[in-house]
């Protein structure tokens, strides 16, 4: 089954978006028109690869990716601000090749623009932005995201049609140990939601993982899950 299957479309997708050049100065992010963006932040090694922001702007709403070295390409989700791009959810393909993507947020979850220069965009760009959209269409589709109380997402998965499967602990079975997962399901997709221990009322989720069970994987590795990658990012 297809993961647009699994999902109602992406109402920002929807929004045609101008091949518009960057706009420098000191007007505002939040006041930008809608449109694709590429910043890069000046003086970098080339022999490092570029330190690069693409991101599409849709109203409040920023969607895109960080380029930085050679084979670093996060996607990230947020809202325009002054300067920065506020509130980031971090989206990572858990390993190159695989259909697993886990999101989180940093310790900092706003990314200031301050050293990076406008610079015309392309449509490579506007295709790799594309890329991140759909990286984010479950979260955006399903009304979760991390940094919401973990009961709150059990309410909105169910209310989606995604199956509970079980509450387990991280790497043990009770959630009695650090981190706590909450495991679900739905057609050939699971999700798996990590929260820190506590009262699960009271539980914030951090961490974020999608598997496609049904694809293939090179090497017939299994899915995983980095419990630590939301907690852990400079």
Known sequence: MKLRALFFSLSILAIAVPMTSNRAGAQSLA??????YSYVKPGN???????????????SAIVGTHELGMDSFPC???????????????????????PDWQFAQKPNPNFSLSGYRPRQISQRDSSAIQGCIDVFRPLVNTGINVGMYYEAVRRQLSRQQWQFIADRGWPEDSCG???CAGNFRKGSYEMRV?????????????????????ASRPGGHKPTCDPNLGLDLD
């Open 45 to 59: 090694d080339p022999r490092a690869g570029s330190d690069r922001l693409l991101f599409r702007k849709s109203g």
């Open 31 to 36: 006041s930008f028109p809608d449109g694709d």
């Open 177 to 179: 140990e650090a981190f």
């Open 194 to 214: 990590l929260t820190l221990t506590g009262r699960r009322e009271n539980r914030i989720v951090y961490t974020i993982c999608l598997y496609n069970k049904s």
């Open 76 to 98: 990230f989700r947020g809202r325009a601000g002054q300067n920065d791009i506020l509130d980031l959810t971090w989206g990572y393909q858990i390993a190159l090749g695989f």
